[in-house]
Structures are given as C-alpha cells and as structure tokens.
C-alpha cells in the first residue's frame, strides 16, 4: 500500500539518528528523494537513484537521465518516527508519472523483495543472498521486521 504518492527527503535527525550505518545512504548536502511504502503495518522509505546495477529495485522505463534510475529496495530503510520524514521534493516528470501509474506494481515487487529477505537472514547461502544482505540498509531494522 502506498501512503503518499509524492517523493519526500528525510530529515536530519534521521541522518543522525542513523549516522553510524554505514549502508545507510548519507548525503548530507544533497538527501536522497524517497518513496515511502507500507508493507505489514510498517512504513519503509524506498530511495531513487541512479545507477542501479542489481536486480532488488524498480528501474524507470521512461527516465531521461543516463543508468538505470528507479527505486532501490536495498536501500530502503524503516521509518520509526513520523520526524524522520521530511518535505515533498521534485523529481523528473517522465520518472514521476511512471512512479504514480505503477505504484501497485513497485509496492507488490517491493513487498516480495521485504518476505524473500527475511528468507535470506535465515539461510542466506541457501538464497545466495549474503552480499545483498551485507549491503542491505535493512540489516539496522531486523526487530521491526521481527527478525531475531
């Protein structure tokens, strides 16, 4: 289910909050833009980037900028206080009219990429999964995500 369809920043105190994970995207003087999502009663923000080089994502058919520029579900992380998100922000009109006429089909992908990690933490190698796991944002989440 999509809670907004417009992209957001997160705010500061989420970057400070988060500021020793590593695998949490940081950039202090250009925020990502996110998406946000729910997926089983817990809000996560989905970042857009570019360059993209895995299959875990949604790539925008239709985007003017060079790469593969989409929405990167490996990045994501969870919202756990309402302050961490931040303003509406722009993105590309082409990316953003994609993004709107297929949010049911990013939250489904989005929802089974959240149910096959939590396949992967319990036996990774089986999934051959260990280097998404290892770059995964969602590694800092694992108790939202009723992970033990």
């Known amino acids: 289910m999509k809670l907004d369809n417009k992209p957001k920043h997160l705010t500061k105190l989420f970057y400070d909050t988060y500021a020793g994970c590593c695998e949490v995207l ?6 990502y833009c996110i998406a946000l999502f729910t997926v089983d009663g817990i809000t996560f923000a ?3 980037r570019t360059n993209i080089n895995h299959k875990h994502c949604y790539i925008f058919k239709n985007s003017p900028r060079s790469g593969n520029s989409g929405l990167d579900f490996t990045k994501a992380v969870v ?6 998100i931040g303003n509406d922000t722009f993105i590309d009109s082409k990316e953003y009219s994609e993004f709107v006429k297929k ?16 396949k992967w933490t319990t036996n990774p190698s089986h999934y051959r999964a260990e280097k998404i796991i290892a770059f995964s944002s969602l590694q800092y989440f694992h108790k939202e995500l009723g992970i033990s």
């Open 26 to 31: 940081q950039k202090e003087q250009r925020q």
């Open 46 to 48: 989905i970042p857009f």
């Open 79 to 84: 919202i756990t206080d309402p302050k961490y």
């Open 103 to 118: 949010q049911s089909v990013i939250a489904n992908r989005f929802k089974n990429f959240i149910n096959d990690y939590k």
